[in-house]
């Protein structure tokens, strides 16, 4: 069964119909050309698909588009307003990539992942549930275990996203 939905993708509306069983992913790369958004293992298992969804990181992969309409999706393309998000110019001054591939999704992630320590919410290795997060190299490590670098960049990235983190 085939439905219209419409997703603001990066602060553009765009409406499109889609089968239901159509995931977030396949929606924004094959039907509105929003390739910077990655598929790894169309599994959830990497996350190459990662993308903000009203501002909370989300793996388009697991997500389908029908359940998702009307929501505000940014991409690591989008995060850029007059010049680089400071988690892009991190990831840059740190060399926290190598091929690309996963570099999108770790961005997003990274985004979302210091909201979610903004907002205070713990991680499995968070030690004190009472007190603010404190964002040391294992929380860093659990929060974005979640996103896989096939080439090993995770030393660029661990820099990247506590420079980002302000530390």
Avoid: W
Avoid at 35 to 49: A, F, L, M, R, Y
Avoid at 133 to 142: A, F, G, I, K, Q
Wanted: charged content about 25%; hydrophobic content about 35%.
């Amino acid at each position: 069964m085939d439905s219209q939905i419409t997703l603001s993708v990066n602060g553009t509306s765009r409406s499109l119909t889609v089968d239901s069983r159509t995931t977030l992913l396949d929606a924004l790369r094959e039907r509105l050309g929003v390739t910077e958004v990655k598929k790894g293992c169309d599994h959830g298992q990497c996350g190459s698909c990662t993308v903000l969804l009203d501002g909370r990181r989300e793996l388009a992969c697991l997500a389908l588009a029908v359940a998702r309409d009307g929501v505000e999706v940014v991409t690591a393309d989008g995060l850029a307003h007059d010049g680089l998000h400071a988690v892009q110019q991190a990831f840059l001054d740190h060399d926290g990539y190598q091929c690309g591939y996963c570099t999108p999704g770790q961005v997003c992630s990274a985004v979302g992942m210091l909201e979610e320590v903004k907002d205070g919410h713990p991680s499995h290795v968070t030690t004190d549930l009472e007190a603010d997060v404190e964002l040391t190299d294992d929380e860093v490590r659990e929060r974005m275990s979640g996103n896989l670098c096939r080439c090993g960049a995770y030393a660029g990235i661990l820099a990247a996203v506590r420079q980002a983190a302000g530390a």
